[in-house]
């Protein structure tokens, strides 16, 4: 039986690909366009991944990544950020609250597919998926601030390059 993975993702040309990607693979697909659909659908499908956008309206992926993570049901199916939000501070965001991984558009198809590949393994690995949030949480403070600093350095080395 192929793996299921709920693809959640407000652009239909991104949806679209990945779904197109995953299916080319042998996974079975479960698509939603917001984060309400996102919730209806891993509840009613219990998929074994999913790959989830951050920027969307009404419910963002974060929100959708804390009800995943609050319902006993779905609180240990393995998710992926799929998402054009690229700062480090992003990232740390989207690890802390729960995601295996984390991949920034635009993406190389065989990327996704080998992270997801990663993910499922992990997770029949341990028998069900443990996100990073336990480990993160008790640095979450010192993070956020190696984040703040980054994310500073980098404006500052911006501020050195000449203008083109």
Not at 93 to 114: C, H, M, N, Q
Not at 135 to 146: D, K, N, R, T, V
């Amino acid at each position: 039986m192929a793996d299921k993975v709920l693809v959640v993702d407000d652009e239909p040309d991104i949806l679209d690909l990945v779904e197109l990607t995953l299916l080319s693979e042998g996974f079975d697909v479960v698509s939603a366009t917001n984060g309400a659909e996102a919730l209806a659908a891993a509840a009613r499908e219990i998929p074994d991944l999913v790959l989830l956008d951050v920027s969307m309206p009404d419910l963002d992926g974060f929100e959708v990544m804390q009800a995943l993570r609050d319902d006993p049901a779905t609180a240990r199916i393995p998710v992926i950020m799929l998402t054009a939000r690229a700062q480090i501070s992003d990232k740390l965001r989207g690890l802390s609250s729960g995601a295996d991984d984390y991949i920034t558009k635009p993406f190389e198809p065989a990327d996704v597919v080998a992270r997801v590949t990663a993910a499922l393994g992990a997770s029949r690995e341990n028998g069900t998926s443990e996100p990073v949030s336990g480990p993160l949480e008790q640095w979450s403070g010192e993070i956020e601030e190696l984040a703040r600093h980054l994310e500073t350095a980098a404006q500052i080395q911006l501020g050195f390059m000449p203008d083109e």
